[in-house]
């Protein structure tokens, strides 16, 4: 892919109007500084409403007003069968089998439920390997799992840093880990993307060395969902989970996902932990005793759906059905790349951006190291109509996003940087 950037606005603008997306901005509601939308580059944080969730959120309302329990099957979206309707468009962004993939519960939920599943610690075959610096829930997860079987977190858990003075991770580290750790590995489990630098992992090439050893293979794709298109079944990865409210835009606390491949899913031998919503449709009501798994990752549901909170992930994969992954992520590569550009030709502010520069390496997400100021440099951001985000000790990470940003957001974000 060859570029040729400009810093013109009228570059900037030009890119707007030739993009064939253009029109979902309109359906996002951004926060207003003086009367004008911000720059909203946050949305690895929290994604914005779309103006459908409103009407909808109302609609159920309504039909709980209307109905009271006969809402689960006269409702519009009858609540009895609401979580199916997830599968289909969950299963093009993770590109999974639909019976792979379930929307439920949140995040640091659905680790701990897949760790259940996956790290099954035996016959010297215990270690969970990891990176280094991690979000915090899935160190706390990871720690307590391990304590759980009785191992100690520091032998038990291998952490994979950066080398010296560098802040990405080398793959090859990965793959030497996995080999070191050889059949004591029970598990890898990593980000997709990490969450603090943006680094876009080679998951097919880690699933592959982490099978070569025996051991079972997860990632946390909260920063990959909805970033990057996801090719988990045919990476062959056993196990994954993510939120919705960041790229996905289904609201603050909006309901998780998970995927298990198909071969574990199907099989009634994995261990599961069980509720009624898991068992099979067909003796469901039965209320007897002997729980009898449902097909694929819709087996690890233990609750019926929590409507209120699938609302707005229901209105948001419309727009995913819609807008589609490969058209998100070439809109999304470019624009990155142009932020990236705008960033390179300004010489007043000490900073390194500690993502990987190689396109095919990152998502949307850009996160700057500041050598001296960032803090200074974040509050006039956002005393300019900027919502991006501080992460200690002085890293500002700004995410344009593909489904509701625009080149002329990464110009205004520029010429305020400029301006500093
Ligand atoms: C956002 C995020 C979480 C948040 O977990 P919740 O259970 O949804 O609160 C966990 N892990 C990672 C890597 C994240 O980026």
């Not at 792979?100 to 010297?124: C, D, I, K, W």
């Not at 609201?251 to 995927?259: D, K, S």
């Not at 067909?282 to 609750?303: H, I, N, Y």
């Not at 951001?381 to 500002?396: C, F, K, Q, S």
């Amino acid at each position: 892919m060859i570029h040729s950037f400009d810093t013109s606005l009228e570059y900037a603008q030009a890119q707007d109007q030739m993009d064939v997306l253009h029109s979902f901005r309109e359906r996002f509601l951004f926060p207003q500084h003086q009367n004008k939308n911000v720059v909203y580059f946050c949305g690895n944080s929290l994604g914005l409403q779309s103006t459908a969730v409103q009407y909808l959120m109302n609609s159920e309302l309504a039909d709980w007003a209307k109905f009271g329990v006969e809402g689960h099957f006269e409702a519009k979206n009858p609540w009895l069968s609401y979580h199916q309707q997830f599968a289909d468009s969950l299963a093009k962004i993770v590109g999974a089998h639909k019976e792979e993939v379930v929307a439920m519960n949140t995040l640091t939920v659905n680790l701990h439920l897949l760790l259940l599943s996956f790290y099954r610690p035996q016959n010297g075959r215990y270690k969970i390997l990891m990176e280094a610096g991690a979000f915090p829930s899935d160190q706390y997860a990871i720690e307590t799992q391990v304590r759980m079987y009785g191992y100690d977190p520091n032998d038990a858990i291998i952490e994979i840093s950066p080398r010296e003075g560098a802040h990405i991770i080398e793959e090859e580290d990965i793959l030497k880990a996995i080999d070191d750790a050889g059949d004591s590995l029970a598990v890898l489990l990593m980000g997709g993307v990490n969450y603090y630098t943006g680094q876009l992992f080679d998951m097919k090439i880690i699933t592959q060395a982490a099978h070569k050893v025996g051991a079972y293979c997860g990632f946390d794709l909260a920063h990959a969902v909805g970033n990057v298109p996801l090719a988990l079944h045919d990476w062959d990865v056993d196990f994954a989970c993510w939120c919705s409210y960041k790229y996905l835009n289904s609201g603050p606390g909006g309901v998780g996902g998970a995927y298990v491949h198909e071969k574990h899913g199907n099989n009634p031998e994995t261990f599961r932990l069980a509720g009624w919503w898991g068992n099979d449709e067909k003796t469901r009501f039965k209320m007897q005793k002997g729980f009898v798994p449902a097909k694929g990752a819709a087996s690890w549901q233990m609750s019926n759906a929590p409507v209120f909170n699938m609302v707005a992930h229901r209105a948001s994969l419309d727009l995913f059905d819609k807008a589609t992954v490969p058209a998100l992520r070439e809109k999304s590569l470019r624009m990155t790349a142009y932020l990236a550009f705008l960033l390179q030709q300004l010489n007043n502010l000490s900073f390194t951006i500690i993502t990987p520069s190689h396109p095919e390496r990152r998502g949307a997400q850009l996160s700057l190291l500041f050598a001296e100021k960032g803090k200074e440099v974040f509050s006039a951001l956002t005393n300019n109509g900027v919502i991006a985000d501080w992460r200690e000790p002085n890293v500002i990470r700004i995410a344009p996003v593909p489904m509701y940003n625009n080149f002329e957001d990464c110009h205004r974000f520029y010429e305020i940087l400029k301006s500093l």
